[in-house]
């Protein structure tokens, strides 16, 4: 089988729920996606790959994907931009925001 790329690690932490830290595994990669998770053995025997990454010191683990974010900061840009910071925070921002609250 071929593949675009194969990256093979000593842990690889799942996203699955489950909580399971697999022990040399590899990833299948094709167009950026992840096809399947093999044993790193059984991988690198039966898989062609463009690219090989082989990291035996390291872990795997999903992407962290910074989600957090302050509405007033994006909503109310431009609004009392002159003011230091607890000023502009008591007088401005906390109101709209428990306005909306």
Same mark, same amino acid.
């Given at each position: @089988?071929? #593949?675009?790329? $194969? *990256?093979? !690690? &000593? %842990?690889? #932490?799942?996203?699955?729920?489950?909580? &399971?830290? $697999?022990?040399? /595994?590899? =990833?299948? #990669?094709? +167009?950026?996606?992840?096809?399947?998770? =093999?044993?790193a053995?059984?991988?690198? +025997?039966?898989? +062609?790959a463009?690219? +090989?990454? /082989? =990291?035996?010191?390291?872990?795997?683990?999903?992407?962290?994907?910074? !989600? /957090?974010?302050? !509405? !007033? @900061?994006? $909503? @109310?840009?431009?609004?009392?931009?002159?003011?230091p $910071?607890?000023? %502009?925070?008591?007088? /401005?921002? %906390?109101? *709209?925001?428990?306005? %909306?609250?």
């Amino acid at each position: @089988m071929k #593949i675009e790329s $194969l *990256v093979s !690690a &000593r %842990w690889l #932490i799942t996203a699955d729920g489950n909580d &399971r830290v $697999l022990e040399n /595994h590899a =990833l299948l #990669i094709e +167009q950026g996606r992840i096809m399947d998770i =093999l044993p790193a053995v059984t991988a690198r +025997q039966h898989i +062609q790959a463009g690219q +090989q990454y /082989h =990291l035996p010191h390291h872990a795997l683990m999903p992407g962290l994907i910074n !989600a /957090h974010t302050h !509405a !007033a @900061m994006s $909503l @109310m840009r431009g609004l009392a931009d002159d003011l230091p $910071l607890m000023p %502009w925070l008591q007088q /401005h921002i %906390w109101p *709209v925001e428990a306005r %909306w609250g």
